[in-house]
T-cell receptor
């Protein structure tokens, strides 16, 4: 199983450029989330989705847009990159249901904005 | 949302048991207790979760206090591969959809050979 796949693995952007970080999962999970992790810090929730067509903001949503048109994909868009968005980005998926089952994480996208 | 408190760091000798504590004094009745860990340069991985009763799996055991205001992740024999940051997280079951996982700073576990 591929699990959660993030692309690209590494990216360098210039300030003001836009880009989309891709996240795809093949486990038919309803829930998907995006996190960022700055050096030496824990993960912070950017946006999340509880199903196709439904998204919500997390702790640090400013500067990022998301959409969820399919169950499999949850892209994260940076409309105008800023150096403060330099970070490692992780995507996660899960089907928590009533038993609150485990989340699966991708390997991350390391983004540098210069 | 209920918060968790963990020590910043802990150290263990290889092949000895490790008890990682977590306080969650404001936990509600529908909050599940999750533990994830993050190995260097990797995404977080699931370790274990529970609601009220103690839980065991191939990776670890989770001991939950009777009042549910604290829990302990137990690694029975630490190996060098267990060196990681361990996160204790609460996730609430709701009719509108369970709350997403919100990570704190976790406990950095060092394992000494």
């Amino acid at each position: 199983n591929a699990g959660v796949t993030q692309t690209p693995k590494f990216q360098v952007l210039k300030t003001g450029q836009s880009m989309t970080l891709q996240c795809a999962q093949d486990m038919n999970h309803e829930y998907m989330s995006w996190y960022r992790q700055d050096p030496g810090m824990g993960l912070r929730l950017i946006h999340y989705s509880v199903g196709a067509g439904i998204t919500d903001q997390g702790e640090v949503p400013n500067g990022y847009n998301v959409s969820r048109s399919t169950t499999e994909d949850f892209p994260l868009r940076l409309l105008s990159a800023a150096p403060s968005q330099t970070s490692v980005y992780f995507c996660a998926s899960s089907n928590p249901g009533r038993k609150n089952t485990e989340a699966f994480f991708g390997q991350g996208t390391r983004l540098t904005v210069v | 949302d209920a918060k968790t408190t963990q020590p910043n760091s802990m150290e263990s000798n290889e092949e000895e048991p490790v008890h990682l504590p977590c306080n969650h004094s404001t936990i509600s009745g529908t909050d599940y207790i999750h533990w994830y860990r993050q190995l260097p340069s990797q995404g977080p991985e699931y370790v274990i979760h529970g609601l009220t009763s103690n839980v065991n799996n191939r990776m670890a055991s989770l001991a939950i206090a009777e009042d549910r205001k604290s829990s302990t992740l137990i690694l029975h024999r630490a190996t060098l591969r267990d060196a990681a940051v361990y996160y204790c997280i609460l996730s609430r079951v709701r009719n509108s959809g369970n709350t997403p996982l919100v990570f704190g700073k976790g406990t950095r576990l060092s394992v000494i050979a």
